[in-house]
């Protein structure tokens, strides 16, 4: 997500680039930025966690958290590349198709969710 957001906003930095001024593109950008800011400390609080033996369902909430907001990034680089016409062959694509595999390892987002509210709820597991 950070290398998605770092080439995005250097796009955006690029002379000529009308993303600067567009509004919409701007507050996407500052919520991505905000977005990996928070991915980061969520690594922090595991890596935390870790050390103290202590995991519980922060694992799931990383693995949802880190994937998706991974998607959005290329998502925004995607379209950071298209509006400067460098889609192809700059590697925006393959970021983005790279992004979409890691929801399903390890269990879908959903199935993380599930674990989530089963431990966060205390609620039985299946049988």
């Not at 009308?18 to 595991?46: E, G, K, N």
């Not at 959005?72 to 460098?86: K, N």
């Not at 790279?98 to 879908?108: H, L, N």
């Amino acid at each position: 997500a950070l290398a998605a957001l770092w080439r995005t906003e250097a796009l955006a930095r690029q002379p000529g680039s009308a993303l600067p001024q567009d509004p919409a593109f701007i507050d996407r950008l500052t919520q991505m930025r905000l977005d990996v800011q928070d991915l980061q400390s969520l690594y922090q609080r595991f890596a935390q966690l870790l050390r103290q033996g202590e995991l519980g369902p922060e694992v799931s909430a990383l693995k949802v958290w880190a994937t998706e907001t991974s998607q959005r990034a290329s998502e925004l680089l995607v379209e950071a590349s298209a509006a400067g016409g460098m889609l192809q062959g700059g590697g925006a694509l393959a970021a983005f198709y790279d992004t979409r595999a890691p929801s399903i390892f390890s269990g879908t987002n959903q199935i993380q969710r599930n674990l989530i509210a089963r431990n966060v709820l205390n609620l039985p597991g299946k049988s």
